[in-house]
């Protein structure tokens, strides 16, 4: 299990990555260095984790702003 030094740099580092994400229009591309890092200060299955939440985080957010509307064929067989 990592140290608290170690869990405190990893968050840290993708705090550091979503940010630039964030500021960026989730252009990865310009983001590559802090994702870099991120990925070297994390083990690798919080790296999914952590990429799987802010998915999840971003989806949440739409459905609060703009509300769910299902899919036109719905219910349709």
């Not at 990925?39 to 999840?56: G, I, L, N």
């Given at each position: 299990?990592?140290?608290?030094?170690?869990?405190?740099?990893?968050?840290?580092?993708?705090?550091?990555?979503w940010?630039?994400?964030?500021?960026?229009?989730?252009?990865?591309?310009?983001?590559?260095?802090?994702?870099?890092a991120?990925?070297?200060?994390?083990?690798?299955?919080?790296?999914?984790?952590?990429?799987?939440?802010?998915?999840?985080?971003?989806?949440?957010?739409?459905?609060?702003?703009?509300?769910?509307?299902?899919?036109?064929?719905?219910?349709?067989?």
């Amino acid at each position: 299990a990592p140290t608290k030094a170690e869990r405190k740099a990893c968050w840290g580092a993708r705090d550091e990555f979503w940010q630039c994400l964030d500021s960026h229009g989730d252009d990865a591309a310009k983001c590559e260095k802090l994702r870099r890092a991120f990925e070297s200060r994390c083990p690798q299955q919080w790296v999914k984790h952590f990429d799987k939440r802010r998915d999840f985080l971003k989806y949440k957010k739409k459905l609060e702003t703009e509300g769910y509307s299902p899919p036109e064929a719905a219910g349709k067989s």
